[in-house]
């Protein structure tokens, strides 16, 4: 059965590897030129995926992928996985997923499957993407199927993988939830119909925004645990010895990634349209931009003022051991501390360069270390007597 995958990122690579392994027969459409041709040369871009594994999948012929948008008419499933992030007014930028899905809806022939998986907000689906296919494609609402399923990945995960997550599926119709879920089911473990697919749309959307609020919480109540002189995560170490009712959540410089500080932004802004807005997102998206400026201001007292002085920040991107730094906090405690006139380098040999700038040795050489994201792989013994601020810690 011939399956296409549109987006081929964090999302829909393994979706598209995972597809082509268990029979199905994928291609893989992503318009990136660069990225394509680094598949198609067998490189993995995310770094859940080995280079072997890409290349015994293009080799076993069940694979490939290309640029070019148009599909053949027998394909069956169409999954859509490209970015849905904030635009510069900090409100939902579709544009990429609308390009795709007209693209799709180009293709779209009768009886054909499409799964959206991107992130949207409750309503999306119905509202704007259905017109959209209805426009492009010229068939009728009861000539395909259409369907929400939002992905829960989360890289470099070892434990939870695409087949072990329970993952929800919702259609427009009983018929679109039921194709979606024999799909799925051919890799995925448990999958769960929800009654409609703003109920799958909104439950992504609880599950993001509940991380984000609770992250932020940590993040608030590490502060009043340094002012205190208590170590925040000896707090969380005791509080999740309850066997219920608890789960534990980290401090840090704040929240990064493609998900969590954008997923909640999409619900708070359906939620004001609406006229039930939510505090709780808005507080903790405050809570959270405000932790950099916490760390400068930390900064200033460990080490008398930043002016002039040499810091390294150390680990850019948003988590350990990733090498993504889309939205990463790091980079505005970075902004922020130059402002502040400190001279600012920074390590991290996942993302090597940046903005123009290469990642900085770990030396003696510095007036001040922080920690901001901790990888695995980092050896701190270089600096010696070099103040060290750890974001991860409250003392
Ligand atoms: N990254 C995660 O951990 C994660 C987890 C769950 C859900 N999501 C959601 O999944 C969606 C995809 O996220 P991602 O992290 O995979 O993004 P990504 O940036 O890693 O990958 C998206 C890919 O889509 C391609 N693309 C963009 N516009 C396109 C178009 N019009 N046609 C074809 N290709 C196009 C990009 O070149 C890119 O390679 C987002 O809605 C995101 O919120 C992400």
């Known amino acids: ?29 992503d318009n990136n030129a660069e990225k394509v041709s680094q ?13 072997e594994e890409i290349c015994t999948i293009l080799k076993s012929g069940r694979y490939r992928i290309t640029t070019n948008l148009s599909f053949d008419a027998d394909v069956k499933v169409i999954c859509i996985c490209v970015p849905t992030p904030l635009g510069s007014d900090h409100k939902p930028d579709l544009t990429a997923l609308k390009q795709a899905v007209i693209a799709a809806g180009k293709g779209l022939k009768p009886g054909m499957l499409l799964i959206v998986e991107s992130t949207i907000s409750p309503g999306t689906t119905r ?13 009728s609402e009861e000539e395909f199927h259409l369907a929400y399923s939002p992905e829960r990945i989360d890289p470099l995960n070892k434990e939870w993988n695409i087949k072990n997550t329970p993952k929800l599926v919702a259609g427009l119709t009983d018929e679109a939830a039921n194709l979606a879920r024999e799909f799925y089911s051919k890799f995925i473990d448990q999958v769960i119909i929800c009654p ?3 109920v799958a749309e909104t439950a992504k959307l609880l599950e993001n925004s509940y991380r984000l609020v609770n992250i932020s919480f940590i993040n608030e109540l590490a502060i009043f645990c340094q002012k205190i002189g208590i170590d925040i995560n000896e707090v969380v170490k005791a509080a ?26 999409y619900l708070a802004e359906v939620a004001r349209e609406v006229g039930a807005p939510s505090r ?13 400026s916490y760390f400068v201001e930390r ?20 988590k350990p051991n990733v090498a993504d730094v889309r939205e990463s906090p790091v980079i505005s405690l970075i902004e922020q501390l130059r402002k502040s006139g400190a001279e600012v380098f920074w390590h991290d040999e ?29 050896e701190l013994s270089a600096l010696t007597d070099v103040p060290i601020l750890n974001t991860r810690s409250s003392v």
């Open 39 to 51: 598949i198609t040369n067998g490189v993995s871009p995310v770094e859940d995926i080995i280079n």
């Open 280 to 292: 709780f997102i808005q507080l903790a998206d405050e809570i959270n931009q405000a932790m950099p």
């Open 240 to 265: 999740s010895t309850k066997p219920y009712g608890f789960m534990p959540f980290y401090p840090g410089v704040g929240v990064g990634g493609h998900c969590i500080p954008v997923d909640p932004l």
């Open 127 to 139: 509202k704007i993407l259905l017109p959209i296919l209805l426009e492009t494609s010229g068939l």
């Open 350 to 378: 996942l993302v090597a360069s940046w903005n123009g700038q290469e990642s900085t040795p770990i030396s003696a050489d510095f007036d001040l270390a922080i920690i901001a994201t901790p990888h695995d792989y980092l």
């Open 196 to 198: 409609t697919v703003e």
């Open 1 to 29: 059965m011939e399956v296409v995958v549109i987006g081929q990122g964090y999302v829909g690579l393994p979706l598209a590897l995972n597809a082509a392994k268990s029979g199905f027969d994928v291609t893989g459409i």
């Open 299 to 318: 900064a200033k007292q460990i080490i008398d003022g930043v002016k002039s002085k040499k810091i390294l920040v150390i680990g850019l991107s948003y």
